[in-house]
Nanobody, 122 residues
């Protein structure tokens, strides 16, 4: 079993920056694809960014050029650096992980965190 714990959310003004972190822990696990998703009130959860252990990344169009996903494989930790934040980025951000690199394309992640709130004020 894999546990994912997110941190780094909070309240920020529009145009500001935040860095989210997600650490994976457990025993006997192997993680390849890791990702960030978000869910705004009344909306469906949407993909934000993905990264494989080889460093292949994928972003949703609305965050390209503003968000950067990275990871430390030795620490089983993924990060999301968010800049030029907009009020529409307000959501609960969830970390996801999976043993397969191909999950970057399917989105069928096995493991999910509890989420961290990001609020961007105008």
């Amino acid at each position: 079993q894999v546990q994912l714990v997110e941190s780094g959310g909070g309240l920020v003004q529009a145009g500001g920056s935040l860095r989210l972190s997600c650490a994976a822990s457990g025993s006997g696990f192997s993680i390849n694809a890791m990702a960030w998703y978000r869910q705004a009130p009344g909306q469906q959860r949407e993909s934000v960014a993905h990264i494989t252990s080889e460093g292949i990344t994928k972003y949703t169009d609305s965050v390209k050029g503003r968000f950067t996903i990275s990871r430390d494989n030795a620490k089983n930790t993924v990060y999301l650096q968010m800049t030029s934040l907009k009020p529409e980025d307000t959501a609960v951000y969830y970390c996801a992980a999976d043993p397969s690199r191909w999950t970057l394309y399917t989105g069928n992640y096995d493991y999910w965190g509890q989420g961290t709130q990001v609020t961007v004020s105008s």
